[in-house]
């Protein structure tokens, strides 16, 4: 028989007591390997940083080797039916290690935990634990429970965890670029979307506590903070709004500080203020952020984006459709006019700004007339690059619900093929525009190919390659002139800074 456990989250032993606790079960785990393994988006590898530094505080150690893993994690994403397959693949080829080592606990994270629940372990009988986004702090609990022979389940959703207070470990770190979660949960409701079920509602992370962790990072010689939210537009939080966990809140409460210290007194902190707060840290921090939503950018955030050099420009906004029939059926609360309207801000507000953006093709009843709106959005953006996807229907969204998966596999590939090789010639086009431009190039290693070129960013986000040289070297920036491209990769050399 399985035991599934839901806890509960509250904890009231005494700090002391806790304490206590917290050192017997360090030493019980002392030197047990986790290996952690993530899919889907960039919230998810970040996530599992988190969890890496809740085990930590447990005695567990990292590893980059399952083989060798005492616990092994799939950190999983549901957004589209090719990804959870994926990770169900995946799953079997840890059959072999549990057989060998029948003590490996194996769990399941992220959103397809969320998404099936208890449901996984009847379906996946490898697997002991399962996990949703807002449980982690639940994880050393939970593995306790595996190790005395039941499988453990919690997949309870909240509106206030943050985990504002832990400090991630970094995984597969380069030491120059990092993540750094700001929110979490969506409340959009795009039709089409799974998200807002498996990451539950909308919370903004306490400003003091990000700024806190990018000061952090930059003291430890990283360069470059990615900004994450599934909206970051709708980035909000203010003073007196709840805080991670009760006793947060109460501490508070009564001190009129934040859980992570510092003053709470003063006013709300929209996405602009927040930005400006990170920008500021050091001019050499470069600060970058996803994902912005079309109805929510505002010219107060691209006027801060145009203020501070630090931050970059570049801009991923996700347009799903150019047309506007088919946005309202996705529930994007927007049209091809306001679409239209932010491109049109964001070339006015910041003359150089690359952008980017997210489409599917084949929605439901989506014409081929109104595919054409796609492809002539593409036409007026000429996006830098773009995600592109056939429409995948997920159990328990809107459109799963209301609208019928109508459209022929054979269409949406179709359409799928003609904005790829779209995008092709824009994103061509785009590295093109840059030949004969100096770009300022944050150093991140080796290129893939060769040990003999460096690698790194420019401040649009393109890939720059140029050789290795004396006196610069990785987390440093260079002034790189481009020389020529292909169609993802801008190829330079380095060229003396100017005063
Ligand atoms: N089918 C296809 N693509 C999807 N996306 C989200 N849900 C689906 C789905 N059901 C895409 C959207 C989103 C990106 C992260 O994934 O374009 O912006
Ligand atoms: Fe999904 Fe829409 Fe939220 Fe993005 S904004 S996570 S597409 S519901």
Redesign the pocket.
Known sequence: MMDLLIPDKTHDESRQGEALMLNAETAKNNGRKLYIESYG?AMNFSDSEIVASILAERGFETTTDHTLADVIFINTCS??ENAEQRVRNRLKEFTITKVKNPGLVVGVLGCMAERLKSKFLEEEKLVDVVVGPDAYRDLPNLIDKVDDGQKAVNVLLSREETYADISPVRLNSNGINAFVSIMRGCDNMCS???VPFTRGRERSRDPLSIEAECRDLFEKGYREVTLLGQNVDSYKWSPTQTLPGREGLEKAENQKVSPTGGDLEGATTNFANLLERIALIDPDLRVRFSTSHPKDITDEVLHTINKYDNICNYIHL?V?SGNSRILDLMNRTYDREWYINRIDAIRRIIPDCAIST???TGFCSETDEEHKDTVSMMDYVKYDFA?M??????PG?LAAKRYADDIPEEVKQKRLTEIVAKQQEYSFYRMQARIGTVERVLIEGFSKKSDKDYCGRSDQNAMVIFPVGEGYKPGQYVNVLIERSTTATLIGKVIPQTP
């Open positions: 988006c957004i589209r089409f979307c799974v996700p799903q997210d489409i599917i995600y996807f056939k429409y995948s229907e997920r969204t």
